[in-house]
């Protein structure tokens, strides 16, 4: 444990930033798998929905520096992917 002041405040700033951190993580991991949910149950509207909602969660991510832009790109990338794939199958 610190024992300077300006260590135990960086050390309290570090676990509030921790915690925020892993609240986010955790909702782009929700966003993603509602995507992924939609996808499974092949309903067009619901896939744009989600795939919509998934990307404002990414990019607040980015924003908040949880993630980096290059890994929600990625993530954005693979969605739109999966997403086009099952809405062509569906309109088939």
Known sequence: MANIKSAKKRAEIAERNRERNIAIKSSVKTAV???FEAIKENNVEKIQAALSKA????????TKGVLHRNTAARK???LTRHAQKQEAVAAE
């Open 76 to 78: 954005k990338s693979r």
């Open 33 to 35: 798998r509602r995507v």
């Open 55 to 62: 990307y404002s969660v990414i990019d607040k991510a980015i």
